[in-house]
């Protein structure tokens, strides 16, 4: 079992900048690869960027390459968003998901465990 706590959302100007966080409780955390979903009012839960058990291996999706940047510390059991250079239509709730085969996947449906999420509202 994992337990995932994201925390870090809150209210900025455009062009500002963020960091999330999720903290994860489980003996088998540094087993798990880890992604940031974001969902959108209206819309569908959507892959924002995802990294491998080890770390080595990360992913974005293309509306945030370069502008966002997902880290892990295994001791600590962290996952970090950085998310710079915001823009309004990053609003969404973003949510910290586990992965249990240790590679992270653009598929929602491929999560195992999921956090309550945190509120982002860019504003411009």
């Known amino acids: 079992q994992v337990q995932l706590v994201e925390s870090g959302g809150g209210l900025v100007q455009a062009g500002g900048s963020l960091r999330l966080s999720c903290a994860a409780s489980?003996?088998?955390?540094?087993?798990?690869?880890m992604g940031w979903f974001r969902q959108a009012p209206g819309k569908e839960r959507e892959f924002v960027a995802g990294i491998s058990w080890s770390g080595r291996s990360t992913g974005y999706a293309d509306s945030v390459k370069g502008r966002f940047t997902i880290s892990r510390n295994k001791s600590n059991n962290l996952v970090y968003l950085q998310m710079n250079s915001l823009k309004p239509e990053d609003t969404a709730v973003y949510y910290c998901?586990?992965?249990?085969?240790?590679?992270?996947?653009?598929?929602?449906?491929?999560?195992?465990?999921w956090g309550q999420g945190t509120q982002v509202t860019v504003s411009s």
């Open positions: 998901g586990a992965f249990g085969n240790g590679y992270y996947n653009r598929d929602r449906g491929a999560v195992d465990y």
């Open positions: 489980g003996r088998t955390f540094s087993d798990y690869a």
